[in-house]
């Protein structure tokens, strides 16, 4: 079997150290990532392509059109399909969408969903909602689904649950510690997560932290480890196992 490193980091908007930011992302060296706050005002193709080679890695799709949200990846992948989603829009609220991409890692086919959820539960909802009908209508039923992002919610809240039937909860199924993922500074919640498909099996769930962590943003990056199906063994939901 393929293990897929996937990265989620809130990287608000490259307004810390930039240095740090990029040194934190390389030595993580993910498959994947999913990058929410990217940059969304003056020249953020430019920065987002920036951050991307500073990283060592490519950007695949997203920026202002899907919420600032990134798919990010490493040559060994393979793009086949890319959307920008844009959640409905709330009046005085932030715009919300998801960047996503139907991937291969070594013939091992996936999706991701990156996205950075509101403040607010009744939007999150709604655009949860919203990303899995997207996703039903437009994804291949044979690419396992992975969600993540910054969810703004916290474990046992209502934002949460609804996570939970795109999937399992990684870093519940198989982290150690108590996952904290804000602030960099004084870690005191878990509002970063991921979830997945249950044809990937989640191996290790850690959240960062280092002197480059701690002023390259106030997110910790959250970081995930899935064995894909040999691409022979996949099976489409509602099949006997």
């Known amino acids: 079997m393929t293990t897929l490193r996937l ?20 030595e993580i060296a993910p ?4 990058i ?24 695949v799709t997203g920026g202002r059109e899907s919420g600032a949200n ?44 990156g996205t950075h959820l509101d403040l607010i539960e009744a939007p999150r909802l709604r655009h949860l909602d919203e990303l899995a009908a997207f996703a039903e209508q437009n994804l291949p039923k044979e690419a396992p689904l992975i969600v993540g992002g910054d969810l703004n919610a916290v474990p046992g809240s209502a934002t949460w649950q609804r996570l939970e039937q795109f999937g399992a909860d990684a870093f519940k199924a198989v982290g150690v510690g108590d996952g904290f993922t ?18 990937l ?12 962590v701690r002023i390259a943003s106030d997110h910790r990056p959250l970081v995930v480890e899935y064995l894909l199906p040999d691409p022979q063994d996949v099976q489409l939901p509602g099949q006997d196992q």
């Open 182 to 199: 804000y602030s960099t500074v004084a870690p005191v919640r878990r509002i970063d997560g991921v979830f997945a498909d249950p044809r």
């Open 31 to 34: 498959d994947v990532a999913i």
């Open 70 to 113: 990134l798919v990010l990846s490493s040559l060994a992948v393979e793009v086949t399909a890319t959307h920008e989603l844009a959640f409905t829009a709330d009046k005085h609220l932030h715009h919300r969408g998801a960047a996503i991409a139907v991937l291969k890692l070594r013939g091992a086919q996936f999706a991701v969903a």
């Open 7 to 26: 990265l989620s980091y809130n990287v608000r908007s490259m307004r810390d150290d930039v240095d740090a930011l990029a040194r934190v992302m390389r």
């Open 201 to 212: 099996r989640p191996v290790k769930a850690e959240t960062i932290d280092s002197a480059d």
């Open 36 to 59: 929410q706050e990217a940059p969304r005002f003056l020249r953020w193709r430019s920065k987002c392509a920036a951050l991307a080679r500073r990283a060592g890695l490519v950007l």
